[in-house]
T-cell receptor, first 108, second 111 residues
Framework: GQQVMQIPQYQHVQEGEDFTTYCNSS?????IQWYKQRPGGHPVFLIQ?????EVKKQKRLTFQFGEAKKNSSLHITATQTTDVGTYFC????????FGAGTTVTVRA | KAGVTQTPRYLIKTRGQQVTLSCSPI?????VSWYQQTPGQGLQFLFE???????NKGNFPGRFSGRQFSNSRSEMNVSTLELGDSALYLC??????????FGEGSRLTVL
């Protein structure tokens, strides 16, 4: 079955620094979605990528979908304490497969 | 517009008991998905319902079941509870193959 893997599992970032989290699928994806879950909260949708090579930006967050539609990345610039949480990528249609997530902590 | 509502939010059961969790989707959303979230396994897909029909099912034993009613509200049931069933159970609704809107979840503890 389809497997979605994320690296790294944990990301400890100094406030103001940049970091990238990566998502890889064992199969070609029709689309990929990214979610953020704050500590004690529930996953909240961030963005959906559909096209090969697509790049989308949301303020300090840049999302990219690979040319082969089997990988994706999330890059955050100038990390802030509000970025704390777990970021999940998910692929598939009606049966979204979630990666294990990257848990981000920020050192002030 | 009201979000996805899950009840109960917290519950404690003992091994061997059964539990029923409820989910009310966002108005107009006909697709409801259920996920199990544990620290070690992340978000695991349980099943997805659309217009009262189960369209997709994850790799969980038959003790896990669900249903959807004509008003799109959904329930999931876990019978013969095991310690390993302790988890956060998340319900999500959507308009189709689009973004999921998650509820706050039902946190189940099995003693």
């Amino acid at each position: 079955g389809q497997q979605v893997m994320q690296i790294p599992q944990y990301q400890h970032v100094q406030e103001g620094e940049d970091f990238t989290t990566y998502c890889n699928s064992s199969t070609t994806l029709s689309n990929i979605q990214w979610y953020k879950q704050r500590p004690g909260g529930h996953p909240v949708f961030l963005i959906q990528l559909v096209k090969s090579g697509e790049v989308k930006k949301q303020k300090r967050l840049t999302f990219q979908f690979g040319e082969a539609k089997k990988n994706s990345s999330l890059h955050i610039t100038a990390t802030q304490t509000t970025d704390v949480g777990t970021y999940f990528c998910a692929g598939g249609d009606y049966k979204l497969s979630f990666g294990a997530g990257t848990t981000v902590t920020v050192r002030a | 517009k009201a979000g996805v509502t899950q009840t109960p939010r917290y519950l404690i059961k003992t091994r061997g008991q059964q539990v029923t969790l409820s989910c009310s989707p966002i108005s107009g959303h006909r697709s409801v998905s259920w996920y199990q979230q544990t620290p070690g396994q992340g978000l695991q897909f349980l099943f997805e319902y659309f217009s009262e029909t189960q369209r997709n099912k994850g790799n969980f034993p038959g003790r896990f079941s669900g249903r959807q009613f004509s008003n799109s509200r959904s329930e999931m049931n876990v019978s013969t509870l095991e310690l390993g069933d302790s988890a956060l159970y998340l319900c999500a609704s959507s308009l189709g193959a689009m973004q999921l809107f998650f509820g706050e979840g039902s946190r189940l503890t099995v003693l």
